[in-house]
C-alpha cells in the first residue's frame, strides 16, 4: 500500500471515527433527556403540581430552545431579580419613587413593578412650575399601564417655604443652581418622608451617563436605597424601553421620543450641559469600562477637547458616587465596589 492510499485510509477513519462519536452523543443525549422528562412525571405524581424541581428539569430539556434570548432580555431579567433579592434578603416588601414623566423613572417603575407587583409600588408625582403638562400625563399614562398607585404632590409651596427661609440670604442673587438644586432636594424630602412614614424603600433612578459626570443633586435626586438603573448608561436605556415594548406599549411612546430634560428652570434641556448622550457614552464606556486613556479615546476618532472635558468631569465627581446608593451591577465596571479610585486624585486634571 502505497502513501496515498494509506492517507486516503487513514481520513476515512478519522471521518467514521467522528461519525461514531457523534451518534454516540446523540444517544447519550436523547437518553439524558428521556431521564429528565421521566423525572419530572415522578416529581409531578409525587407532588400533584409542578414544583420548582420539575420547573428546572424543563428549564434543562428545552434548554437548546432558550438560545433566542437576546442581551436586552438578560439585562431585564437580572434587573428584576436584583431588586427582588435585595428587597427578600432585607426584609423589606415596598417600594415608592419620583415618577418625572422621564424615561429613567419610567423604567425603573415597570422593573420594581415586574419585580415587586403592582401592589407594592407607590409612584410620586412632584410637578413644579418648570414642569410641562406632558410630564404630568404621560406618568399618569405609565401607572396606569403598570396598574400602581399614584399621588400627585406639588412641589411648589414647599419650594417658595424653603426660599422664604433663604431669602436674606439668597437677597440680590439671581436664580441659578442653587435654586435648581433645591427643587430636587424637595423632592428628596418628601420621598424619604413618606417612605419613612409608610415603610416603603426608595427606589433611585440616576443613570450610569448622569452618575459618570455628577448630572445630580446629593440629598435630591440622588436619594434612594438601592439605585436600579445606575450601570445603564442613558443609550441603553432607550434600547432596553424600546425592547420592553416590543410587543405592546408599557411604557408610553412620548417619553422615549421627547428630549430629556431636568424641568429645574425654563425650557431646559439636558443637552444645554453635556453632549449628545450617544457621543457622551462611548466616551465613558471606552474610559469606564475599557480603561483607555485620554489619547486613546482621541485616536479612536472624538474630539480631544471635549475627551478631556468628559473625563475631568468623571474625575472630579468621584466625590458624589461615594454618595450614592448601591447600584445593581450588570457590566465589568459599575459603580462602587466594582470600580475604586481616589476620591481626592488629582489625575487628568
Known sequence: MNNSEMQKLLELYNEGLGLYKLKKF?????????????????????????????????????????????????IEDALVLGIKQYFSK??????????????????VSYLATKALGSENVWAILMPSTFSSEHSISDSLELT???????EIVPIQPTFESFMQTLEPYFKGTNFGLPEENLQSRTRGVILMGLANKFGYILLNTSNKSELA???????????????????????????????????????????????????LRPDQKDSDSLPPYDVLDQILLYYIEERFGPQQIVEVGFDETLVKRILKMVNMNEWKRWQAPPVLRLSKKAFGPGRRVPISGKYLS
Not at 424543563?58 to 434548554?63: D, M, N, Q
Not at 425592547?243 to 431636568?262: D, V
Open 26 to 74: 446523540q444517544e447519550e443525549n436523547a437518553e439524558r433527556d428521556k431521564e429528565s422528562q421521566k423525572g419530572i412525571e415522578d416529581v409531578t405524581a409525587l407532588y400533584g403540581k409542578k414544583s420548582a424541581q420539575v420547573i428546572e428539569l424543563e428549564k434543562k430539556v428545552s434548554y437548546h430552545q432558550i438560545s433566542h434570548r437576546t442581551k436586552w432580555q438578560d
Open 90 to 107: 432585607l426584609g423589606f416588601s415596598k417600594a415608592i419613587l419620583g415618577l418625572s414623566g422621564g424615561v429613567d423613572s419610567a423604567l
Open 144 to 150: 396606569k399601564n403598570l396598574g400602581i398607585k399614584h
Open 213 to 263: 459626570v455628577g448630572y445630580g443633586t446629593l440629598y435630591g435626586d440622588m436619594c434612594g436605597g438601592l439605585s436600579v438603573i445606575g450601570d445603564l448608561y442613558k443609550t441603553e436605556i432607550y434600547e432596553l424601553c424600546q425592547f420592553i415594548n416590543r410587543e405592546k406599549e408599557i411604557i408610553p411612546n412620548n417619553i422615549l421620543i421627547k428630549e430629556p430634560s431636568a424641568e
